[in-house]
């Protein structure tokens, strides 16, 4: 049964970083890209990273570029994002999903079909 478990969340303060962790299991991680989503009570879900499943082409939500850095690693099919410069707005839950047909690097956009649960984060002084 395919799962994906993110980790990595917590509070933090402004300027500070965390590193999401998203494992993925009973699925062939390396045939998917993926993506990274976060949402905010009442708004709608945002795409805010996405990387192809070979891990050459990638995208960022223009509110996260230079700042969050998104990689992959097919062996221990573990997808990442690495978020420095940590803003209050930044505040979501984030969620990991998978992208089934590759959208990241068909159309160089979030797509996602396959949602893991979610780590919160929380950027506050």
Not at 11 to 40: E, I, K, N, T
Not at 74 to 85: A, E, F, I
Request: aromatic letters at 12%; hydrophobic letters at 30%; one cysteine or more.
């Amino acid at each position: 049964q395919a799962q994906l478990v993110e980790s990595g969340g917590g509070l933090v303060q402004p300027g500070g970083s965390l590193r999401l962790s998203c494992v993925a299991s009973g699925l062939s991680f390396d045939q998917y890209g993926m993506g990274w989503f976060r949402q905010v009570p009442g708004k709608a879900r945002e795409g805010v990273s996405c990387i192809s499943s070979n891990g050459r082409s990638t995208y960022y939500a223009d509110s996260t570029k230079g700042r969050f850095i998104i990689s992959r690693d097919n062996v221990k099919n573990t997808l990442y994002l690495q978020m420095n410069n940590l803003q209050p707005e930044d505040t979501a839950v984030y969620y990991c999903a998978t992208d089934a047909l590759d959208y990241c690097a068909r159309y160089g956009r979030p797509e996602g079909d396959f949602w893991g649960r979610g780590t919160q984060v929380t950027v506050s002084a």
